[in-house]
């Protein structure tokens, strides 16, 4: 059997204790550089929170996020009531604020601080024993919303008799919100639109009425997914449906710019009346406020609804009419 001669594997050993130690030196390097990395990880929920001390020793804690909602307000809810397609106020953690569907304005941190801490310490919102303040079923109620110091609130400020120390301050809370907001304000622009579709069997028959132009998907098909199909009426030929009349959808529709653009085209306007085989359909472009747009959730409100429920969003193809209801 061959053998190397001494020097040579001497000189092999060598090589190869050289090349660990190269690499070996090279993995302490890269570790040492990587320690010493300046740039501290990334957090959004300490970057996004802003926590201030008011009027009292207990520290306010909110998000400070241009899509966070801190305070927002409806107006509904009564078996007899109207339908709302948006929220009366939505303030944002940001400081900008949006007033129904049309008007932005913006506060300062301080203005936006001095709110919440009235709303905290002044009227103890937050530590209500009852969040309920509404006796009369069949009539309408403000609902305030919070979402601030780790909580989320529901306040309902209608008619009632009882806890009227609460009652007031609740009153005044919600006059304090509205007098915060009495700034310059401009037209809001929204970056998206949604579809709301419910069939109308009371179209305008004086007027022209377009045909849907859209082949993406039907009218048939968006007013079942929002509104589902229509209840048969054994009384008249008149059939109805309270969905986007009285109550809201169960699911509503992402627009893409093109598609909004077609629709507002044919319509003139931002609701209107479309034909579809014979059949009449009342559709609304719905704008989307910022946190709508983040969440997939639009904020509407509907008569006999006790609490706020967000409406599911759609981003994608609408779904198909089902097989029984199609037939």
Same mark, same amino acid.
């Given at each position: 059997?061959? =053998?190397?001669?001494?020097?040579?594997?001497?000189?092999?050993?060598?090589?190869? *204790?050289?090349?660990?130690?190269?690499?070996?030196?090279?993995?302490?390097?890269?570790?040492?550089?990587?320690?010493?990395?300046?740039?501290?990880?990334?957090?959004?929920? =300490?970057?996004?929170?802003?926590?201030?001390?008011?009027?009292?020793?207990?520290?306010?804690?909110?998000?400070?996020?241009?899509?966070?909602?801190?305070?927002?307000?409806?107006?509904?809810?009564?078996?007899?009531?109207?339908?709302?397609?948006?929220?009366?106020?939505?303030?944002?953690?940001?400081?900008?604020?949006?007033?129904?569907?049309? *008007?932005?304005?913006?506060?300062?941190?301080?203005?936006?601080?001095?709110?919440?801490?009235?709303?905290?310490?002044?009227?103890?919102?937050?530590?209500?024993?009852?969040?309920?303040?509404?006796?009369?079923?069949?009539?309408?109620?403000?609902?305030?919303?919070?979402?601030?110091?780790?909580?989320?609130?529901?306040?309902?400020?209608?008619?009632?008799?009882?806890?009227?120390?609460?009652?007031?301050?609740?009153?005044?809370?919600?006059?304090?919100?509205?007098?915060?907001?009495?700034?310059?304000?401009?037209?809001?622009?929204?970056?998206?639109?949604?579809?709301?579709?419910?069939?109308?069997?009371? /179209?305008?028959? =004086?007027? *022209?009425?377009?045909?849907?132009?859209?082949?993406?998907?039907?009218?048939?098909?968006?007013?079942?997914?929002?509104?589902?199909?229509? /209840?048969?009426?054994?009384?008249?030929?008149?059939?109805?449906?309270?969905?986007?009349?009285?109550?809201?959808?169960? =699911?509503?529709?992402?627009?893409?710019?093109?598609?909004?653009?077609?629709?507002?085209?044919?319509?003139?306007?931002?609701?209107?009346?479309?034909?579809?085989?014979?059949?009449?359909?009342?559709?609304?472009?719905?704008?989307?406020?910022?946190?709508?747009?983040?969440?997939?959730?639009?904020?509407?409100?509907?008569?006999?609804?006790?609490?706020?429920?967000?409406?599911?969003?759609?981003?994608?193809?609408?779904?198909?009419? /089902?097989?029984?209801?199609?037939?």
């Amino acid at each position: 059997m061959d =053998h190397l001669p001494k020097d040579d594997t001497s000189a092999t050993g060598a090589k190869t *204790r050289s090349v660990f130690f190269i690499l070996a030196c090279c993995g302490l390097l890269l570790l040492a550089l990587s320690s010493c990395d300046p740039t501290p990880p990334s957090s959004s929920s =300490h970057t996004q929170n802003r926590t201030f001390t008011g009027s009292s020793t207990q520290p306010i804690t909110y998000s400070s996020s241009p899509s966070d909602v801190l305070i927002r307000t409806f107006y509904g809810g009564g078996l007899n009531g109207s339908f709302s397609f948006d929220p009366q106020v939505s303030i944002y953690g940001d400081g900008s604020y949006i007033l129904g569907l049309d *008007r932005q304005g913006k506060l300062t941190t301080e203005e936006l601080q001095q709110l919440l801490n009235a709303l905290v310490n002044t009227y103890g919102l937050l530590n209500f024993s009852q969040q309920r303040f509404s006796d009369v079923q069949d009539e309408n109620a403000t609902f305030l919303e919070l979402a601030f110091n780790g909580k989320q609130e529901e306040l309902v400020y209608g008619t009632t008799n009882s806890n009227q120390d609460e009652y007031q301050r609740l009153g005044q809370a919600l006059t304090a919100i509205n007098e915060a907001l009495k700034g310059s304000t401009q037209p809001y622009k929204a970056s998206a639109v949604s579809l709301l579709v419910r069939q109308t069997f009371s /179209p305008d028959l =004086h007027t *022209r009425i377009p045909s849907w132009p859209l082949a993406d998907f039907t009218l048939a098909q968006a007013a079942i997914y929002e509104c589902g199909p229509v /209840p048969p009426d054994e009384t008249s030929q008149n059939a109805e449906t309270a969905c986007l009349k009285f109550v809201i959808p169960e =699911h509503a529709i992402l627009l893409n710019g093109a598609q909004a653009q077609s629709i507002q085209g044919a319509l003139s306007g931002s609701q209107g009346d479309f034909t579809e085989q014979d059949l009449y359909y009342t559709v609304f472009l719905r704008p989307l406020l910022p946190d709508e747009a983040a969440s997939k959730m639009l904020a509407m409100f509907g008569s006999d609804q006790e609490i706020f429920r967000g409406v599911p969003l759609l981003s994608g193809k609408v779904p198909p009419i /089902p097989s029984q209801t199609a037939s």
